[in-house]
């Protein structure tokens, strides 16, 4: 097995700069924001990378680049306080988008968020917890990250609009479109867009064990995922959805 460890910059003075994690076979690495953007743009299904992400890595296999993760803030910054008691906006981060290659082998979704939160506790200590979603039309309910041991904090339905092959967040409809482009567009596309209504469920994962305590959520036992041939998911509940693809992350 190929030896995982931190993978750095020499400096000047002081330690070296961690930039990465993983081993020669597969880690994640800091990419620039643009590059970053691009593919996202050009692979994730919304289409539409994130402003407020500032943690841009790539996913390489050997030396080639097969996926992106994106972390930064929530869409709205100061509700961490309200999820993590006493969370400052530099305390935590959620992972606000993620894509990977058809090409990236079987299980590599989970090694890429695992890499990626090793890569984070290395070179951001300040950060105590890290939130993301999962919803329907990324299947399995998150399993991606019950696999890498996130607590999961329940679900709630939010609305989305497609206009054009893009997706956009129904916060938006009320955003000042004179200071978002992407509030603008689907605004002025509303009467031709589709909206359907999507079930998310919220994942947290801890790096220091300690702030678990501080979460003002509930915790919840994992949602159940059955393979189905129709195509098709259950919960516990017995409600479905159809499958939309591989297991991906957004906030808009």
Known sequence: MAKKDYITNPTLFGKPEIIGFGSDEFHVKEVGRDLANQL???NHYSHK???ASYIHLGVYIASKLVGILQYGYAMNPASCGSIVKDTELDQYL?????WLSDDAPRNSESKAISYSLKYIKGKYPKIKWVQSF???RCNCYGVVYQACSFNFYG?????FWTLNGEVFHNSLMTRNPNLSKAAAKIQKG??????ES??????????DERW???????EKPYPKHYDNSNGFGKTEAGRAFKKYGKSCTTVD
């Open 40 to 42: 996202i743009v050009k």
């Open 49 to 51: 990378f994130y402003n």
């Open 94 to 98: 959620e992972l606000n988008r993620m």
């Open 134 to 136: 999962a919803d329907e």
């Open 155 to 159: 679900e709630h339905e939010s609305i």
């Open 190 to 195: 509303k009467e031709e867009a589709t909206s």
């Open 198 to 207: 999507l079930r998310q469920f919220r994942y947290i994962k801890f790096l």
């Open 212 to 218: 678990k305590k501080k979460c003002l959520l509930k």
